[in-house]
């Protein structure tokens, strides 16, 4: 795993009861026991940017990509960095979460996660790791649930500032392990900082979105 990243951490930081886990028993025999699987079972995300799938109510299992895309008009797995295999291979990946306008798989062979866009039918590797899934995550939240405005429409320009500051902090300090979440202006997490940096995302009972919002 690129970065360490612990239940003790997410709980001190979050709470016990804002951090999402995924059921051992709702990933395909093949993913159950790979190491990603078991981070989101054992350490989960916290809640607010990233939406974790839950297990279908039926049956208890997590959708796979054939279930939520159709994978043969997927057209551009050719350029996706180390994907080896065929798009039917990718049709039998977990879909582990939701993040803007694409579903999050995990590739139980190499450990990626990839953003599957149902819309644009494309798909790119988002995360080396689940590691990376988690710790992005982790950042962003943490920044919204902690960011301070100083409430002076005079030092709003510069408020503004440092909080672009502060994501583009988190895309430096990513990049540095993992270059895949940040890899350009077109990723889904790249847009989330961007959103973050002009303000949005923030919660009406944070620090931030009670300056935000009144």
Same mark, same amino acid.
């Given at each position: 795993?690129?970065? #360490? /990243?612990? &239940?003790? @951490?997410? !709980?001190?930081? %979050?709470?016990?009861?804002?951090?999402?886990?995924?059921? =051992? $028993?709702?990933?395909?025999?093949?993913?159950?026991?790979?190491?990603?699987?078991?981070?989101?079972?054992?350490?989960?995300?916290?809640?607010?940017?990233?939406?974790?799938?839950?297990?279908?109510?039926?049956?208890?299992?997590?959708?796979?990509?054939? #279930? /939520?895309? &159709?994978? @043969?008009? !997927?057209?551009? %797995?050719?350029?996706?960095?180390?994907?080896?295999?065929? =798009? $039917?291979?990718?049709?039998?990946?977990?879909?582990?979460?939701?993040?803007?306008?694409?579903?999050?798989?995990?590739?139980?062979?190499?450990?990626?996660?990839?953003?599957?866009?149902?819309?644009?039918?494309?798909?790119?590797?988002?995360?080396?790791?689940?590691?990376?899934?988690?710790?992005?995550?982790?950042? %962003?939240?943490?920044?919204?649930?902690?960011?301070?405005?100083?409430?002076?429409?005079?030092?709003?320009?510069?408020?503004?500032?440092?909080?672009?500051?502060?994501?583009?902090?988190?895309?430096?300090?990513?990049?540095?392990?993992?270059?895949?979440?940040?890899?350009?202006?077109?990723?889904?997490?790249?847009?989330?900082?961007?959103?973050?940096?002009?303000?949005?995302?923030?919660?009406?009972?944070?620090?931030?979105?009670?300056?935000?919002?009144?």
């Amino acid at each position: 795993m690129l970065f #360490d /990243v612990t &239940r003790g @951490e997410l !709980v001190d930081l %979050f709470g016990e009861d804002r951090i999402a886990t995924v059921p =051992a $028993a709702a990933f395909p025999a093949a993913a159950a026991d790979t190491e990603g699987a078991r981070l989101l079972q054992n350490v989960g995300v916290p809640t607010g940017t990233l939406d974790l799938r839950r297990p279908d109510e039926d049956d208890g299992l997590l959708p796979l990509v054939r #279930d /939520v895309v &159709r994978v @043969e008009d !997927v057209e551009d %797995f050719e350029d996706v960095e180390d994907f080896e295999g065929t =798009a $039917a291979d990718a049709g039998d990946w977990p879909v582990v979460g939701w993040l803007l306008n694409a579903h999050l798989a995990l590739d139980p062979g190499s450990g990626g996660v990839y953003a599957f866009d149902p819309d644009e039918e494309s798909v790119r590797r988002l995360h080396t790791d689940v590691s990376s899934l988690v710790q992005v995550t982790l950042r %962003f939240q943490r920044l919204l649930d902690a960011f301070v405005f100083s409430g002076d429409e005079a030092d709003e320009e510069a408020d503004f500032e440092r909080l672009e500051g502060e994501v583009d902090r988190i895309r430096t300090e990513t990049g540095d392990v993992d270059p895949l979440p940040f890899e350009d202006d077109e990723t889904v997490w790249s847009v989330v900082g961007d959103e973050i940096a002009m303000g949005q995302r923030f919660t009406g009972d944070s620090p931030g979105g009670r300056s935000l919002y009144g």
